[in-house]
């Protein structure tokens, strides 16, 4: 009876681990998960005001060329870019906290996985609310654009959430993936890192405009519209949480 009851326990007692360590990110929730939106809020002030200002200075027979070019706007850009610096510093900084009460390396990693999860979906609600808001009030009534642009173009909320999850796991499993570096190899690590990184990026940038095949990377962006690109991110979000994974079963707290 006991060698079956055993790999419950265990099982449970790493459930309740992962469980914790996911809790732990949360403790203080502000900067997670308050803090972003408060920004985002101001970002989208300043854009109300702008897109005001331009609307009421051109005419009617202006007003949906500029519509559709806010479409392209990067206003919310800045929310994405803060979630992979929030999955840094949640890595670094709860890192050797939770090692100190024992809690193992694959645990850490798990438990701060499903932190992540959690508030992708999260934002991607949240940032999928307000594109249909927007659409439906005809870009908050001045035919703006932040959140229903281009790169998030669909035409049901569904959609929308689920463009907006990926993403969100994207740069969040990107986050996790280089604060997996930094604490495995620190700041050497991090220098040979982004290294590297510019290397590919270059390489590829030359490789692409030798071949001339630039036409072609344009088309396979419109072939596979927003919601193929977003699929195909998996791929590198999969392979980024996979290598911070092993990354961080080697890693050790910062001295």
Do not use: C
């Amino acid at each position: 009876m006991s060698t079956l009851t055993t790999p419950q326990k265990s099982a449970s007692a790493e459930a309740r681990r992962i469980i914790n360590v996911t809790k732990l990110h949360f403790t203080n929730a502000f900067p997670m998960m308050v803090l972003p939106l408060l920004i985002l809020g101001f970002i989208f002030l300043v854009n109300y005001v702008i897109w005001l200002l331009i609307f009421t200075s051109i005419g009617a027979s202006d007003a949906a060329d500029v519509s559709e070019g806010m479409q392209f706007s990067g206003a919310s850009l800045f929310i994405f870019v803060y979630m992979l610096v929030v999955a840094v510093q949640a890595v670094n900084l709860t890192f050797p906290f939770a090692l100190g009460y024992g809690v193992t390396r694959r645990d850490f990693y798990l438990g701060s996985s499903v932190a992540f999860i959690l508030l992708s979906f999260y934002y991607a609600a949240i940032m999928a609310i307000l594109a249909t808001i927007e659409r439906a009030t005809n870009g908050w009534g001045l035919g703006g654009h932040m959140f229903d642009v281009v790169y998030f173009g669909a035409d049901d909320i569904g959609t929308r959430f689920v463009l907006y999850l990926f993403v969100f796991l994207f740069f969040f499993f990107i986050g996790a993936a280089t604060a997996s570096v930094y604490v495995r190899w620190k700041s050497n690590g991090m220098i040979a890192f982004f290294a590297v990184l510019t290397l590919i990026v270059l390489g590829a940038i030359v490789l692409i405009t030798q071949t001339q095949s630039w036409p072609a990377v344009g088309e396979w962006f419109v072939t596979n519209g927003s919601l193929g690109v977003a699929a195909w991110s998996l791929l590198l979000t999969a392979a980024a949480a996979v290598a911070g994974f092993f990354l961080m079963r080697r890693a050790t707290p910062k001295a």
